[in-house]
Nanobody, 126 residues
Framework: QGQLVESGGGLTQAGDSLSLSCASS????????MAWFRQAPGKEREILAG?????????FYADSVKGRATISRENAKNTVSLQMSSLLPRDTAVYYC??????????????????WGQGTQVTVSS
């Protein structure tokens, strides 16, 4: 079974940048797509960005982070990262890394992802 572990969360200020990393192990080579989601208090979990793990041929960014976020993968280190800039207080949430071994196209719904990290808290103060 593959495992995902996020790191890089914490307390930051509005306008700052943030880098999150997701390390995977186990069945890494069978992952087809990986993504970052977040869930703010009282809100549903939403996808922020996704990437086709194997060759990076497809990527997706939610409107809420488009232009402020970059998702990247480093196959040799079995990691996928999310860089965000110009952070806003509304970016405060628990951020999750997710992966799936299925699908020819990058899925956007959380139900399509089989593996999840435990989440890392990001708090942006004003």
């Amino acid at each position: 079974q593959g495992q995902l572990v996020e790191s890089g969360g914490g307390l930051t200020q509005a306008g700052d940048s943030l880098s999150l990393s997701c390390a995977s192990s186990g069945r890494t080579l069978t992952f087809r797509h990986m993504a970052w989601f977040r869930q703010a208090p009282g809100k549903e979990r939403e996808i922020l960005a996704g990437i086709t793990w194997w060759d990076g041929s497809s990527s997706f960014y939610a409107d809420s982070v488009k232009g402020r976020a970059t998702i990247s993968r480093e196959n040799a280190k079995n990691t996928v990262s999310l860089q965000m800039s110009s952070l806003l207080p509304r970016d405060t949430a628990v951020y999750y890394c997710a992966a799936t071994s299925y699908g020819s196209t990058l899925p956007l719904g959380q139900g399509s992802y089989d593996y999840w990290g435990q989440g890392t808290q990001v708090t942006v103060s004003s």
